[in-house]
């Protein structure tokens, strides 16, 4: 199982950004999906995730309202659009992945079974 995170650059603070995730090998329709970062020295925090078919999403409140998750089954691809970025938001980010039946998607990193390399995300001020 490979994920690979893409779409990370450096954006003025106010911008946005789309980073894809992508899989090869299976099908991501059928696996829940949940994004996380780690800034340089900090812990690594969950951003959001989506459930299978997309019909629950879950948002930490530090980007609540600014960050959303969609899911293209036909391009195998999940997105994670930010919008109204913060410097604060200046992390590696990388999607996860786990195989699930139902509508849960987990909002903690041992909730999940595949990851991927991340993509840089830099914000300036």
């Known amino acids: 199982v490979q994920l690979q995170a893409s779409g990370g650059g450096l954006v003025q603070a106010g911008g946005s950004l789309r980073l894809s995730c992508a899989a090869s090998?299976?099908?991501?329709?059928?696996?829940?999906i949940g994004w996380f970062r780690q800034a340089p020295g900090k812990e690594r925090e969950g951003v959001g995730c989506?459930?299978?078919?997309?019909?629950?999403?879950y948002f930490a409140d530090s980007v609540k309202g600014r960050f959303t998750i969609s899911r293209d089954n036909a391009k195998n691809t999940v997105y994670l659009q930010m919008n109204r970025l913060k410097p604060e938001d200046t992390a590696v980010y990388s999607c996860?992945?786990?195989?699930?039946?139902?509508?849960?998607?987990?909002?903690?990193?041992?909730?999940?079974?595949?990851w991927g390399e991340g993509t840089l995300v830099t914000v300036s001020s």
């Open positions: 996860t992945a786990v195989p699930r039946e139902d509508y849960y998607c987990g909002r903690y990193y041992h909730e999940y079974d595949y």
């Open positions: 989506i459930s299978v078919e997309g019909s629950s999403t």
């Open positions: 090998e299976f099908t991501l329709a059928y696996y829940a």
